[in-house]
């Protein structure tokens, strides 16, 4: 069953395991490519390669704490997605090797499972005000000094 058929009933902690799941299968792309001859030529390539090892490493910390992992995960989600998308972009020009072509084919499917998840945990609304809530007068402007007195 993909993340997608199952989001809707996951918990926060089977969401994080099916993120590592996928996060998986992303570091080998990043792994493949990184170790690629074709870099050399095309080094914008580089960007899946550093948005995946970012993304995985600033989301490590927060394995064994769902609610932050999926906070830090929708804060570097969209720099991940653009990267992929660039390397959807760049990789048919670096080469046409079946390698290049399943290893985009890889990370849109990982980018649409991350999507498919984090919608079915929007994050959390602000705390709402209270109806009668007033933001206490001040006597002290923007720059920091108190207003003159008003004049007679």
Not at 8 to 33: L, N
Not at 63 to 87: C, D, G, I, N, W
Not at 142 to 152: E, R, S, Y
Request: charged share 25%; glycine share 2%.
């Amino acid at each position: 069953m993909s993340a997608d058929e199952n989001a809707g009933t996951m918990t926060m902690k089977e969401a994080v395991a099916s993120c590592q799941r996928i996060f998986a299968h992303a570091w080998m792309v990043r792994t493949f490519v990184k170790h690629s001859d074709v870099v050399e030529d095309f080094p914008e390539l580089m960007g899946i390669v550093r948005s995946v090892f970012d993304t995985s490493r600033s989301l490590e910390p927060s394995v064994s704490e769902p609610a932050e992992y999926l906070k830090m995960l929708r804060k570097k989600f969209p720099k991940l997605r653009t990267a992929a998308s660039e390397f959807r972009e760049i990789a048919p020009q670096a080469s046409d090797h079946t390698n290049f072509r399943q290893a985009v084919i890889s990370m849109d499917g990982c980018i649409a499972e991350l999507e498919s998840i984090l919608k079915s945990f929007p994050p959390a609304a602000p705390p709402s005000m209270p109806a009668n809530f007033r933001p206490p007068l001040s006597s002290v402007n923007l720059t920091g000094t108190a207003d003159p007195p008003p004049a007679d």
